[in-house]
C-alpha cells in the first residue's frame, strides 16, 4: 500500500494469528505451517520457508512529485515467525 496525498511519519503493527491455511495477508499467502513451526509463504512469484525466530523484510521506494515538490516515499514490509504462541500469554 502506497500513502497518497500528504505522506505521514511512522508506522503501523500488529500481530496476527493464523488459524486456517491458506491465510492470505496481502501481499504475502501463508500456505503451510511445518511441524518445526517454520512457516512456508509465497508473494508473487517467489516461495521461501520463515523459520522460528526470523525476519521476512521487502524495502520499496518511489519518487511522488507534485506541483509543489518531489518526495522520496520508502516503505517496508516485515514479517516475523515467532512460532507458536498461546493466546494467554499475548498481551497487547
Excluded at 492470505?24 to 523459520?51: C, E, H
Amino acid at each position: 500500500m502506497w500513502l497518497t496525498g500528504d505522506a505521514g511519519g511512522g508506522g503501523a503493527s500488529g500481530v496476527s494469528g493464523i488459524y486456517n491455511l491458506p491465510y492470505q495477508y496481502d501481499p504475502v499467502m501463508f500456505t503451510k505451517i511445518n511441524t518445526d513451526g517454520s512457516v512456508n509463504m509465497k508473494r508473487q512469484d517467489s516461495v521461501f520457508i520463515l523459520a522460528i525466530g526470523k525476519e521476512w523484510n521487502v524495502t520499496t521506494s518511489r519518487l511522488d512529485t507534485t506541483d509543489t515538490g518531489i518526495a522520496l516515499l520508502t516503505g517496508t514490509e516485515r514479517i516475523t515467525n515467532y512460532g507458536f504462541q498461546f493466546k494467554s500469554r499475548i498481551h497487547a
